[in-house]
């Protein structure tokens, strides 16, 4: 019932910056989204949790990226940011939009396809 479509990623060098975005299309149904973040997947690595924003604003970070990137989102356009600055080469990773909807009963997650982000040295 949600799709979420990523963008931003690419190759930057070591110190530079990007932005990603992720868009949650709803469709016809009134679809509330509560907790929208940002996971990554480095080769050879565990899925992590990169940043995160809940629906009333509150944020959390892995520690590796804190003061480094910054989330942040546009509940009326149901998208979602992550400004990344002084990129480090460990940062390469492919980059997941995670959404959650709101529901009565159940909890129902939606994610994206992820969008490759390289930094060279």
């Known amino acids: 019932q949600v799709q979420l479509l990523e963008s931003g990623g690419g190759l930057v060098q070591a110190g530079g910056s990007l932005r990603l975005s992720c868009t949650a299309s709803?469709?016809?149904?009134?679809?509330?989204?509560?907790?929208m973040a940002w996971y990554r997947q480095a080769p050879g690595k565990q899925r992590e949790l990169v940043a995160l924003?809940?629906?009333?604003?509150?944020?959390k970070y892995a520690d590796s990226v804190k003061a480094r990137f910054t989330i942040s989102r546009d509940n009326v356009k149901d998208t979602v940011y992550l400004q990344m600055s002084s990129l480090k080469p460990e940062d390469t990773a492919v980059y997941y939009c995670?959404?959650?909807?709101?529901?009565?009963?159940?909890?129902?997650?939606?994610w994206g396809q992820g969008t490759q982000v390289t930094v060279s040295s």
């Open positions: 924003i809940n629906s009333g604003g509150s944020i």
């Open positions: 995670y959404a959650e909807q709101y529901h009565p009963v159940a909890t129902l997650v939606y």
């Open positions: 709803k469709g016809p149904f009134n679809i509330i989204i509560k907790d």
